[in-house]
């Protein structure tokens, strides 16, 4: 593997720029990075549609979403799989993360873990066939998520890649590619790579619950209300539902 081939791993045009610059400045080349991060998932948004209608289609053969990831990647699939019940009132276990280096690598980089293939195979044994595994990986090369979605694939599940590599090579059924080529510090994807799979994810889910009815009107009808302002929030929806 030519890592440093990598579109993730490339040298930004401006980082000789970053040394000596004043923190308002910093900010502010940050935040044009950013905007490409959301214009390269509004070019992928046919693929990120085509992705949510494969979460609908999976939902209604009550077949379950694991998103597979390692680092920043598996991190963000696990927020958004957490979201899930106290926004739309899903069952805890419909949405599965499952992040290279267990539950721990939430709060510790565990990189070694990445770079194993069948720790990734072996963590899908719950699949079916009628599941969903997306794996989530910026570079699209990460082997923890091959590895899951080669064997998810031989059990018959439908697969989907999620990344910022337009030359990824996975074989899956659904890609939704975000080209937001190099970071402003190399290699570092929790940047705007991270910034695109948030906004990805966050459209998968929300549009396919929205299809599902668990939206009403804009308004969360499913959420759990389960603290004070959650109990506001509830009575609020039910009077503008009414």
């Known amino acids: 593997m030519k890592y440093a081939q990598l579109p993730t791993e490339a040298v930004h045009p401006r980082a000789d720029e970053l040394d000596g610059a004043s923190t308002r400045a910093l900010v502010r080349a940050l935040n044009r990075e950013d905007a490409v991060a959301v214009r390269a998932v509004g070019e992928a948004g046919a693929a990120v549609a085509a992705l949510a209608d494969a979460l609908v289609e999976t939902i209604r053969r009550r077949g379950r979403l694991y998103y597979v990831g390692a680092g920043t990647s598996g991190r963000l699939g696990a927020l958004d799989a957490a979201e899930w019940p106290p926004t739309f009132g899903t069952p805890r276990t419909l949405a599965v993360a499952v992040l290279a280096g267990g539950p721990r690598a939430m709060r510790t980089a565990i990189e070694e873990v990445e770079a194993q293939p069948a720790a990734g195979a072996r963590a899908m044994r719950a699949v079916r066939p009628v599941d969903l ?3 989530i990986t910026a570079s699209g090369t990460t082997p923890f998520v091959l590895g899951a979605l080669a064997e ?14 337009p030359h990824a090579k996975t074989r899956v059924d659904h890609r939704v590619t975000a080209d937001t080529g190099a970071e402003l510090v190399a290699g570092s994807t929790r940047l705007k790579a991270g910034t695109a799979t948030k906004l990805i994810l966050n459209a998968v889910s929300t549009a396919a619950m929205i299809r599902l009815g668990r939206v009403k009107r804009g308004r969360m009808a499913f959420l759990q209300p389960l603290n004070p302002k959650l109990r506001a929030r509830a009575k609020r929806i039910a009077r503008d539902l009414g």
């Open 133 to 135: 595994v997306v794996g």
């Open 152 to 165: 998810a694939r031989r059990r018959g599940a439908t697969t989907a890649l999620v990344t910022s590599n």
